[in-house]
């Protein structure tokens, strides 16, 4: 199974458009969604410097933009991508880029909200002076243990042996002065305490300018920064990016699903590098590829051609689909299974696994088309469980 990844703030550096750049139809395709974004992304991938792809305005827009070019690069005909892609995942700002991907909404509507979302979380970092510091190493326990000390947040939880710190610079500061044992500390190139309570304000903001995107369900799973869920419905995919400005991203739980998944192949969008490393110390046997320059496209495709199977959610828009969110055992409502139509958000049943138990409902409602399980199968992240038809007057 091939599973894509997006990269999020920090993975930028100065000049790594230039080569993408030599080809005129991702110039082209760059301009567009620049003129959407209000920026000058071409000029800020080749000749902007460091500083000034940091600051958070310039930095989301960017990576997302690349992200979402640079697929139409990989996969052409776009369609085509969905006989191959099992999952797509983003890290933070990269979860607009992996929702663009997977249809869940436009890449015109992603850049608006991108473009929107930098600007909110920079107002935000600018009301405290806050950054965000990498623990590499370390057991995990000391490490979390040295950032409740100092009142610290684990924004990003990235897998085995890297955490990273947000808050502060005077708790950033107190950190360096007092690490835990083993870990080495690397500052991030980025503006804020992303991921953390400082980013409330603008949670509020993109939340009232998102509720005006008009949303699809997704055509793969889409796994989700705050829990490793597979998420299917639309409007789900986008108020979870939302919320998640202001929420830890649990990149390490987005891991798990993988594994679950039975992942065999991830491949990350440009700029390229960050996540295909955490892949390969997280998952073992796992073969990555991290897509930095047009030159490997050739070479990116026969590996998603050697890894990529269809994915089951591709749906006709006569019927909806209701998905398992994680690996587990299915119990069916026994309400649920009496009923020819089920109305928007009645239970469906839950996904019992070792750790919880997640409720399962239909999002949209419908009439009961196919039960695809049975009370007590289990089931893998993103598998079909029921096929509803909308109801007469009710969107596709």
Do not use: Y
Request: charged share 20%; aromatic share 4%; net charge negative.
């Amino acid at each position: 199974m091939l599973v894509i990844v997006a990269p999020g703030q920090g993975a930028q550096s100065p000049g790594f458009l230039v080569p993408w750049l030599e080809d005129p139809v991702f110039a082209a395709r760059l301009e567009w969604l620049s003129t959407v974004a209000g920026l000058d992304l071409a000029h800020h991938g080749t000749r902007s410097d460091a500083e000034t792809i940091r600051d958070t305005r310039v930095a989301q827009p960017l990576l997302v933009a690349s992200g979402l070019v640079a697929a139409l690069g990989l996969f052409p005909h776009p369609a085509d991508a969905f006989s191959m892609i099992g999952a797509v995942a983003g890290h933070s700002v990269g979860e607009l880029t992996a929702a663009a991907g997977a249809r869940a909404i436009t890449a015109e509507q992603a850049m608006v909200l991108v473009r929107e979302r930098g600007r909110l979380m920079a107002d935000a970092a600018a009301a405290t002076p806050t950054g965000m510091t990498a623990l590499l190493g370390g057991e995990r326990d000391d490490v979390l243990a040295a950032l409740a000390r100092h009142g610290l947040t684990a924004a990003n939880d990235n897998g085995p042996g890297q955490v990273v710190a947000a808050g502060t610079l005077e708790q950033l500061a107190a950190l360096k002065a007092d690490p835990p044992a083993k870990a080495r500390l690397m500052p991030l190139a980025v503006a804020g305490a992303f991921h953390t309570a400082h980013m409330a304000p603008a949670v509020g903001e993109l939340g009232r300018l998102a509720r005006a995107v008009s949303t699809h369900d997704p055509r793969t799973r889409v796994i989700s920064n705050r829990d490793g869920r597979v998420v299917h419905d639309g409007r789900e995919v986008l108020d979870r990016i939302v919320g998640q400005i202001a929420h830890p991203v649990r990149w390490d739980l987005c891991l798990e699903t993988m594994a679950d998944l039975g992942v065999t192949g991830l491949l990350e969008m440009p700029p390229a590098g960050t996540l295909a490393g955490i892949a390969k110390r997280a998952l073992p046997g796992v073969e990555t590829f991290a897509l930095k320059t047009p030159d490997q496209l050739d070479a990116a495709r026969a590996f998603c051609e050697r890894h990529g199977e269809a994915s089951d959610l591709q749906h006709s828009p006569t019927w909806r689909l209701v998905v398992a969110p994680a690996k587990g055992t299915f119990r069916l409502d026994a309400e649920a299974a009496e009923l020819a139509v089920l109305a928007a958000g009645a239970a469906v049943g839950a996904v019992r696994s070792l750790r919880d138990e997640i409720p399962v409902r239909a999002a949209h409602g419908g009439q009961v088309v196919e039960w695809l399980v049975e009370d007590g199968d289990p089931v893998a992240p993103g598998q079909p469980l029921l096929r509803l038809h909308p109801l007469d007057g009710d969107a596709a």
